[in-house]
Each structure stands twice: as structure tokens, then as C-alpha cells.
């Protein structure tokens, strides 16, 4: 089969497609032909040697994809061979024709959606619900910001807030972003490239501040985050690229929290409420996935590129 493969870190030039053995389901495992590959910012940190998780070499990158299962290993009676499904598994290998994951980190896909937006779930959507629901605990008739709500994991939570009951604000720095942020469920829109877009934050709050901020770039944003909080408010921290000074009095005067979230500590017991929240949220269609764009799976060095562009709509997809 056809596969992205990395033998050292680098630059996006250092993925080479290459024709590798076919995988081959074991026990509890099952195989599946995908059709669409996501690409998600952190297998950039990833590739580049710059992430604490640094895969053995030769890898093939890619957690995120969806397709048909080809086959199941022993043990298996979840899924059957021609099943739609979307694939969730760390450090899989998605960017390839076949994939094979343990039979938890596959999914049903619904009919009404479609390969590219099964495979923009795993990352951005379980990475919105674990931060809106697990980590700051956000309830029905709170008010939530979403400080970057146009990428693949903005969308994701500014649609999960929204279908929960959660009164959203999301930020962008182009029309058409925050165009696709109010289509997807943002009450209030703010680009955040315009002088005073916090007033116009706290302005949506009638000067109260809001409960709940998810983060796409706390290098930037954080220290600014902490004066828009309401008493008791929390900062899920999503993203970041670099060290920022703050000011810990605007944290300790509204008994605020900062809390971190990485995908990768979430427990298989969260898994399962994620990806079941996620699953009935497809097939209600409260859940819509961007596919920004689709590039050929020979083209994932562009595709790295791509993802770490400013100004980004929804989600990159590998068609495989």
C-alpha cells in the first residue's frame, strides 16, 4: 500500500510516500481501507522533533481518517467488513491507504456524513468536547468564548457549546471565518484582528465576563483572557507556541482557573463519552465538520504547510 513515511525529523520535506506492507488485523484489532486522512497542527510538533512525543523512526504519521473496515481480528463483533467508520487512534498511522487500530479508537461514521468530515472528528472534535466539558466543566446558560473559533477544533467547540446550551462568542480574523462561526452556532462574532475586540467581548456580556474560554493561542492571548473572565470563570488552554508573561492578580480577583488540555492524557473511560457525545452528534447533525480543503495524499508535505497558516477555515483532509 501507499503510505506517508518519516525516517527523521525535520522540515515537511522529510515525508516521502512509499509503498509499504499491507497491515494485517490481530486480535481486538480491526483494519480499515480509508478514504480520507485529517491533518492536525500537533503531528507538525510532531515531525519536526519538537513534541514531548516523539515516535519511533520510521513512522507514519496521522491519528485522524475514516473509510470502510476491511476486516476484523479475533474477538471483534463491534464491526463487520464494509462498515463505515471514522478512526481516532494515536500514533495509527492514518496518512496511508490502510490503517489498523485497536477496535475502541474506531467509530460508526453515519451515512449523512462524509469520509472527509469523519476524518476531521478525531483531534479537533474530541479535543473541543475534553476542554468545554472535562476539563472546565462548562454548563447549559454559561456564556463561552472561543479565542480562535475558525480552525478545525474552533468550529468543533463553537458546535458542541451551542448544542449543549451554552451562549457562544467566537473569534476570527477573516469574514468569511467568522461567517462559518455564526453558520455553525456563534451568537456573537468578534475578529479579533480589530483594535477594542474585548470591548466588543465584554460588551456581549453586559460587562460581566464570560465563564468559560477555550484557547487556541495562549502565547498571545492569555494574559488578555484573564481581564474578560467572570468571577469563577476558567481558561482551557488548546494552543500554544511559545511563553507569555501574565498577571496573577486577574486570575486570584476572579478565582479563575487556567487548565491545560492535552489529548493524550484522556482516559479510556473519557474516550468513550467523547466519541459517544460525538457519534450521536453526527447523526443528529448538531455536528458539522469543515473540510477547508482536501489535498491528495502525496501532497502532505503542503499539507503541514497548510495547517500552520494563519487564517485557516475548518479542516485539512489527505484524500487517500
Known amino acids: 500500500m501507499k503510505a506517508i513515511v518519516v525516517h527523521e525529523f525535520g522540515a515537511p520535506d522529510v515525508m516521502k510516500l512509499e509503498t509499504v506492507p499491507d497491515p494485517a488485523p490481530g486480535a481486538g484489532q480491526v483494519l480499515v481501507h480509508l478514504s480520507a486522512a485529517g491533518v492536525n497542527p500537533v503531528e507538525t510538533y510532531i515531525r519536526a522533533g519538537m513534541h514531548a512525543i516523539k515516535p519511533q523512526l520510521p513512522y507514519v504519521p496521522g491519528s485522524d481518517g475514516a473509510g470502510i473496515v476491511e476486516a476484523v481480528g479475533a474477538g471483534v463483533t463491534r ?17 496511508a491507504e490502510r490503517v489498523v487500530c485497536a477496535a475502541s479508537q474506531a467509530h460508526p461514521l453515519p451515512a449523512n456524513a462524509t469520509f472527509g468530515q469523519g476524518a476531521a472528528l478525531g483531534v479537533p472534535y474530541a479535543t473541543a468536547y475534553r476542554a468545554l466539558f472535562q476539563r472546565a466543566h462548562a454548563r447549559p446558560g454559561e456564556t463561552v468564548l472561543v479565542h480562535g473559533a475558525t480552525g478545525g477544533v474552533g468550529i468543533a467547540t463553537v458546535e458542541l457549546a451551542y448544542a449543549h446550551g451554552l451562549f457562544v462568542i467566537g473569534t476570527g480574523g477573516t469574514e468569511k471565518g467568522l461567517d462559518a462561526a455564526r453558520a455553525h452556532g456563534a451568537h456573537v462574532v468578534v475578529n479579533h484582528r480589530a483594535d477594542g475586540y474585548a470591548d466588543e467581548i465584554m460588551k456581549a456580556t453586559a460587562g460581566r465576563g464570560v465563564d468559560v474560554i477555550v484557547e487556541m493561542l495562549a502565547n498571545v492571548n492569555l494574559d488578555r483572557d484573564l481581564t474578560l473572565l467572570a468571577r469563577n470563570g476558567r481558561v482551557a488552554v488548546v494552543g500554544n507556541r511559545g511563553r507569555i508573561e501574565i498577571n496573577p492578580r486577574d486570575a486570584m480577583s476572579r478565582d479563575a482557573a ?9 482516559s479510556d473511560a473519557d474516550l468513550v463519552e467523547i466519541h459517544a457525545a460525538l457519534v450521536r452528534g ?3 447533525e448538531s455536528l458539522k465538520p469543515i473540510v477547508g480543503r482536501e489535498l491528495p495524499l502525496a501532497d502532505a508535505m503542503r499539507a503541514h504547510e497548510a495547517v500552520m497558516e494563519p487564517g485557516a477555515l475548518g479542516k485539512i483532509v489527505l484524500t487517500v
Request: hydrophobic share 50%; proline share 3%.
Open 258 to 266: 487556567i487548565l491545560g488540555v492535552l489529548l493524550f492524557n484522556t
Open 282 to 284: 453526527l447523526e443528529d
Open 79 to 95: 464491526f463487520k467488513a464494509g462498515d463505515r467508520v471514522y478512526v481516532a487512534a494515536p500514533g495509527a498511522g492514518t496518512y
